[in-house]
């Protein structure tokens, strides 16, 4: 399996390239919009083919680029089943595994931060979305995000993995990249040790966070599989502008 973490600055997303090295076919988790152009180039430059491109969720923090990768290379777009939109062109459910060829990727469904989200299980790695973040986890008021269901998603269900499960989340905020299951029980300042539902409840109730900035654009640009809005802000151009070179590579 060919597996590579790549990252956006603008909103400090992960995107996910998995491969699988026989068929050369692969999935992009989680794309950026500002960040077709490198992840095109990666695939390419490793000979791949891709067929899908898969979010964990409808973000509020970027737009993803599914519809405009299936426009250049013709893959196909799935969401999780649970999001409200009809653009997909497949739903991700949990008990139905997706097939990259000799790749099984099995989704979870991780209710919380969202109502619609979803997480990817390949081999021993999660690709935990924003439910379970390294050292915390994703807000959970707004898009009808509930404390209560994100507090069972992880401990009932991303806690039950093996302890040495690789956990991949869909963003860091300081540059870290890559966790486990045994860590995150271990030390997660929000869910980890014996921290209670009641007491979980209160420090997301306590967060203070700001509205998020981008959500009103990139919600109903990401209902659309990835569509940037015609009336969206010049302070907010670099959202949906391609990059011209890749840090990357």
Do not use: W
């Not at 050292?135 to 707004?142: I, L, P, V």
Request: with cysteine; proline share 6%; aromatic share 8%.
């Amino acid at each position: 399996m060919i597996f590579k973490q790549l990252y956006e600055e603008l909103s400090s997303t992960y995107t996910y390239l998995v491969g699988c090295e026989e068929t050369g076919q692969a999935v992009l988790i989680d794309p950026v919009y500002p960040s077709v152009e490198r992840d095109l180039h990666v695939i390419n430059s490793l000979g791949l083919k891709l067929v899908y491109s898969i979010d964990t969720h409808i973000h509020a923090d970027h737009i993803t680029s599914a519809k405009r990768l299936k426009e250049l290379t013709g893959s196909k777009i799935i969401y999780p089943v649970t999001s409200q939109c009809e653009c997909p062109d497949f739903r991700a459910e949990e008990g139905r595994p997706i097939e990259i060829g000799g790749v099984t990727i099995d989704p979870l469904y991780t209710p919380g931060h969202t109502d619609d989200h979803y997480a990817y299980k390949i081999d021993n790695r999660v690709l935990t979305g924003d439910a379970l973040l390294i050292d915390g986890c994703g807000r959970t008021d707004f898009q009808n995000g509930d404390a209560e269901a994100l507090y069972k998603t992880v401990r009932e269900k991303l806690f039950a993995l093996p302890d040495d499960t690789l956990v991949f989340p869909a963003h860091d905020y300081n540059h870290r990249h890559v966790s486990s299951i045994a860590q995150e029980k271990e030390r997660n300042p929000r869910l980890g040790g014996e921290t209670s539902l009641e007491e979980f409840k209160q420090i997301m109730a306590n967060l203070n966070l700001a509205y998020p900035k981008f959500i009103d654009h990139a919600v109903p640009g990401n209902t659309q599989c990835g569509v940037c809005p015609e009336d969206l802000p010049e302070k907010y151009d670099e959202y949906c502008a391609e990059m011209t070179e890749s840090i990357q590579g």
